[in-house]
């Protein structure tokens, strides 16, 4: 062919060759941040769920110890939280009802959003 171009055996333009390689390097690299994304906001909302479950334990253990006193009902719920791998930010007895903030740090790069906090209030029923 005298126009300078490479052809090839079947006549095809030989210039294009390798962009698929391209274009399946930038899908991979895609693929892999979304997958990062959503391994993010997974572990994220998995120490959201912990940090609910450690404030419920906490309130529930709070509230079991509540006669005895807003020192022995807020021990009680900073056991738990601790045995829960989270920390207390607060716990206020009022009455007999005993309300715990928690919060606790996502794994790995759900620590990105930052801490996940959750609060629990337990007591009696009351009748309405």
């Given amino acids: 062919m005298p126009d300078g171009r490479r052809w090839s055996r079947l006549g095809i333009d030989n210039r294009e060759r390798g962009s698929a390689t ?7 690299a895609a693929t892999v941040v979304l997958a990062a994304g959503f391994a ?7 120490a959201r769920h912990q940090a609910q479950g450690a404030a419920d ?5 709070g509230a079991a110890k509540v006669l005895l006193g ?15 791998r989270a920390e ?15 919060t606790t740090d ?5 620590d990105l959003f930052g801490p ?13």
């Fill in 22 to 28: 391209v274009l399946a390097v930038g899908v991979l």
């Fill in 40 to 46: 993010a906001v997974g572990q994220a909302g998995a």
């Fill in 57 to 61: 334990a906490a309130a529930l253990a």
């Fill in 70 to 84: 807003p020192g022995e009902a807020c021990s009680a719920a900073a056991e738990l939280v601790a045995e829960n």
């Fill in 88 to 102: 207390m930010e607060s716990c206020e007895v009022n009455e007999l009802e005993v309300t715990v903030r928690v």
């Fill in 106 to 110: 996502p794994a790995g790069i759900g």
């Fill in 116 to 128: 996940a906090r959750a609060s629990s209030r337990a007591g009696p029923v009351t009748a309405l």
